[in-house]
Nanobody, 121 residues
C-alpha cells in the first residue's frame, strides 16, 4: 500500500514562514510528479506548485516568488517552503504524487490526508 504523509502545517502570522513536508512510502517503483494543492473553505482545490522527476517546477501565479517546492535526492519526499505568507494562503494543503507501483504498468494519483495552514492578519 502507498501512503503520503504530510507534516508542517500550523498557525502563523502574516509575513511569516512555514515548511510543509510530504513523504511517500510503500511499494513504489517510480514517482513522476509531486505537487501541493490547497483548498480553502467554500473553494475548489487548486494547484499550488508542482515538481517533476527531473526537477522542473511550476507555480500558481499568486505564490510565485514566495513559495518554493523541492524534492529530496531519493525523490520520495517533497517540501513546500512558504515565505511571506498572507491570510489568503489559509487553506488545507494536500500533497499529491503521480507514481507507479511495482508490478504496475501505469501511473496512479495518490493524495495525502491534508494539513491545515492558517495565516492570521
Amino acid at each position: 500500500q502507498v501512503q503520503l504523509v504530510e507534516s508542517g502545517g500550523g498557525v502563523v502570522q502574516a509575513g511569516g514562514s512555514l515548511r510543509l513536508s510530504c513523504a511517500a512510502s510503500g511499494i513504489i517503483f517510480s514517482i513522476n510528479t509531486m505537487a501541493w494543492y490547497r483548498q480553502a473553505p467554500g473553494k475548489q482545490r487548486e494547484l499550488v506548485a508542482m515538481i517533476a522527476s527531473g526537477g522542473n517546477t511550476n507555480y500558481q501565479d499568486s505564490v510565485t516568488g514566495r513559495f518554493t517546492i523541492s524534492r529530496d535526492n531519493a525523490g520520495n519526499t517533497v517540501y513546500l517552503q512558504m515565505n511571506s505568507l498572507k491570510p489568503e494562503d489559509t487553506a488545507v494543503y494536500y500533497c499529491n504524487a503521480l507514481l507507479r507501483r511495482f508490478k504496475d504498468n501505469y501511473d496512479v494519483n495518490y493524495w495525502g490526508q491534508g494539513t491545515q495552514v492558517t495565516v492570521s492578519s
